[in-house]
């Protein structure tokens, strides 16, 4: 089994910026990526990034430019620095692992998730 718990999350003005963490523990052999998901109010969850175990990264065209993913790989924790905030960056944020948890097992774990509200 894998936990993973997120902090970072809050209240913050548009234009302002926020560093989300997930730190990721257990049985765990080999990350293949990790990364980050949001479900705003009334909307379906959307991929924000990811970074996989070769630091290759992917951004969605609504966060390009100002978030950046980064990972730890000796902490297994990923990082999300969000910059230049807007309002509509407002939702649930949530950290999700691909892993190897045995030698044959791959399987994906999903954090609590963590409020960012962008709001003047």
């Known amino acids: 089994q894998v936990q993973l718990v997120e902090s970072g999350g809050g209240l913050v003005q548009p234009g302002g910026s926020l560093r989300l963490s997930c730190a990721a523990s257990?049985?765990?052999?080999?990350?293949?990526?990790m990364g980050w998901y949001r479900q705003p109010p009334g909307k379906q969850r959307e991929l924000v990034a990811t970074i996989s175990f070769l630091d290759r990264t992917n951004y969605s065209d609504s966060v390009k430019g100002r978030f950046t993913i980064s990972r730890d790989a000796g902490k297994n924790t990923v990082y999300l620095q969000m910059n230049s905030l807007k309002p509509e960056d407002t939702a649930v944020y949530y950290c999700?692992?691909?892993?190897?948890?045995?030698?044959?097992?791959?399987?994906?774990?999903w954090g609590q998730g963590t409020q960012v509200i962008v709001s003047s």
């Open positions: 257990g049985s765990i052999r080999l990350f293949y990526t």
């Open positions: 999700n692992v691909d892993v190897l948890v045995t030698e044959s097992t791959r399987r994906d774990f």
